[in-house]
């Protein structure tokens, strides 16, 4: 059974810094593609990066330079450390997994940036 579980969202000031986790089981985590979406109330679920098995990044326009996906095929989690935070980086967080066939999603963990 596929399992991913997120955690690090919490609340913080903006201008801070976060580090999102995702724990993976039951899955060949080093061939998948990883990625963070995020989802505001109101909003489509959105993109926020992604990281392929070879290790190449993409970043929503709106978190380059402030956010940095990373992975570590021997634990097998995937990151997201996210600085500089801002209001509107307020969202549920969710960590995606994709190869061949369906995606799976985790249950999403809430980072909330407000002063």
């Known amino acids: 059974q596929v399992q991913l579980v997120e955690s690090g969202g919490r609340l913080v000031q903006p201008g801070g810094s976060l580090r999102l986790s995702c724990a993976t089981s039951?899955?060949?985590?080093?061939?998948?593609?990883m990625a963070w979406y995020r989802q505001a109330p109101g909003n489509q679920r959105e993109l926020v990066a992604a990281?392929?098995?070879?290790?190449?990044?993409n970043y929503a326009d709106s978190v380059k330079g402030r956010f940095t996906i990373s992975r570590d095929n021997v634990m097998p989690t995937v990151y997201l450390q996210m600085n500089s935070l801002k209001p509107e980086d307020t969202a549920v967080y969710y960590c995606n997994a994709k190869f061949m066939g369906p995606d799976y999603w985790g249950q999403g963990t809430q980072v909330t940036v407000s002063s």
């Open positions: 039951g899955l060949s985590f080093s061939i998948y593609t």
């Open positions: 990281i392929t098995h070879s290790g190449t990044t």
